[in-house]
């Protein structure tokens, strides 16, 4: 079982650089989200989706966009990076919501920003 | 805005010692609370979870009770391994499509 996969696991970029992070399930989970994850600031939401064609906004959404095209797809685009995205990245589904169904992470993508 | 703070880190402890990591709450509702586990180089994982008030999670040798009159949500073992070294994570969620709350995670690190 492939759970959920995410790609690139490290990519660095230049500043103003724009890129796209992949995040796949293959259990048919409605719910997906994204989160970055800093030293001394924990888990902060960036967007989630709680269906195709559905996308919210989390804590920190600036300068991300997403989309949700597909059940399985949830792509994360940084638009022009900065050094301040220098993070990992995790993306994480759930059958329902969080409350009666626990997230499944992927192994997060590492992004460096210079 | 509902919250959650743990216990600052890094926790070091000797194999078989006794863990506690405390984790409070700040709610307007009633909601369910997890702890969640992030091992080297991997993602989050659901640890344990309590959904209403006095319940108590459990799995792999560790618990925590849900306690509403304290609004905490304490992790506990009774004796660690150089396995449980990891990060974790308290967390909230209420019904519906609503986020996940995470605290800021604690850092174990335990010794042989």
């Known amino acids: 079982n492939a759970g959920v996969t995410q790609t690139p696991k490290f990519q660095v970029l230049k500043t103003g650089q724009s890129m796209t992070l992949q995040c796949a399930q293959d259990m048919n989970h409605e719910y997906m989200s994204w989160y970055r994850q800093d030293p001394g600031m924990g888990l902060r939401l960036i967007h989630y989706s709680v269906g195709a064609g559905i996308t919210d906004q989390g804590e920190v959404p600036n300068g991300y966009n997403v989309s949700r095209s597909t059940t399985e797809d949830f792509p994360l685009r940084l638009l022009s990076a900065a050094p301040s995205q220098t993070s990992v990245y995790f993306c994480?589904?759930?059958?329902?919501?969080?409350?009666?169904?626990?997230?499944?992470f992927g192994n997060g993508t590492r992004l460096t920003v210079t | 805005g509902d919250s959650v703070t743990q216990m600052e880190g890094p926790v070091t402890l000797s194999e078989e010692a006794f863990l506690t990591i405390n984790c409070t709450y700040t709610?307007?509702?009633?909601?369910?609370l997890f702890w969640y586990v992030q091992y080297p180089g991997e993602g989050l994982q659901l640890l344990l979870k309590a959904t209403k008030a006095d319940d108590k999670g459990s799995n792999k040798g560790f618990e925590a009770t849900y306690r509403k009159e304290t609004t905490s949500f304490h992790l506990e073992k009774g004796s660690v391994q150089v396995s449980d070294s990891a990060v974790y994570f308290c967390?909230?969620?209420?019904?519906?499509?609503?986020?996940?709350?995470f605290g800021k995670g604690t850092r174990l690190s335990v010794i042989a």
């Open positions: 994480a589904s759930s059958n329902t919501g969080a409350r009666n169904s626990p997230l499944h």
């Open positions: 709610a307007t509702g009633y909601p369910s």
């Open positions: 967390a909230l969620a209420y019904s519906g499509n609503t986020p996940l709350v």
